[in-house]
């Protein structure tokens, strides 16, 4: 099992470019969320989902779109890149028992 | 307002000298409690669930306690390697949202 991938693992945007951050996990769970984590800050849950066509806002939703069209990927889209988006970006899947299970992130950068 | 505190923000422990770090939690109502280790460029690590007051579950060198209040990660004669953040979360009943500490950063020294 790979896990839960993340591509890109960095990334330079331009303030006002989009990009999709992919996410995907081989472990047939239901759940799936992204976190941004900022330092001092903690992990921020920005979106989450909790099966096929079933998503949902977390704590920090503003700027960012998710979908979920199988239940392996749950990409991340920025519409319009702002420097505030500047952050960690972390993928996870979650278990029944409510564990759940990262990957290893995307590094943005915005200008 | 549902949060969750961790402490201290960082500790530095002599390998083999023992401790322990604190999650107080402020929810309406428990469904779990979570701890993760994290190194530097990762991301998290699980390492314990935590269902009810009296819980308590082991690995390793770590034990992870539970209260209606706060959680403890207790580390017994710690090495080197056990150097990390380890942040705390919950989730709480009729939620599928869950809330992270800031994390505490441990080094153990040689």
């Known amino acids: 099992n790979a896990g839960v991938t993340q591509t890109p693992k960095f990334q330079v945007l331009k303030t006002g470019q989009s990009m999709t951050l992919q996410c995907a996990q081989d472990?047939?769970?239901?759940?799936m969320s992204w976190y941004r984590q900022d330092p001092g800050m903690g992990l921020r849950l920005i979106h989450y989902s909790v099966g096929a066509g079933i998503t949902d806002q977390g704590e920090v939703p503003n700027g960012y779109n998710v979908s979920r069209s199988t239940t392996e990927d749950f990409p991340l889209r920025l519409l319009s890149a702002a420097p505030s988006q500047t952050s960690v970006y972390f993928c996870a899947s979650g278990t029944d028992s409510y564990e759940q299970y990262f990957g290893p992130g995307t590094r943005l950068t915005v200008t | 307002e549902d949060q969750v505190t961790q402490s201290p923000e960082a500790l530095r422990l002599q390998e083999g000298e023992s401790s322990s770090l604190n999650c107080s939690y402020t929810v309406s109502g428990l469904r779990g409690l979570f701890w993760y280790r994290q190194d530097p460029g990762k991301g998290p690590e699980f390492l314990f669930t935590?269902?009810?007051a009296g819980e308590e579950k082991e690995k390793e060198r770590l034990k992870a306690t539970l209260t209606k209040k706060e959680s403890f990660l207790h580390i017994t004669a710690p090495k080197p390697e056990d150097s990390a953040t380890y942040l705390c979360a919950v989730r709480m009943t009729g939620t599928y949202k869950y809330i992270f500490g800031t994390g505490t950063r441990l080094k153990v020294l040689a």
């Open positions: 935590l269902y009810s």
């Open positions: 472990m047939n769970h239901e759940y």
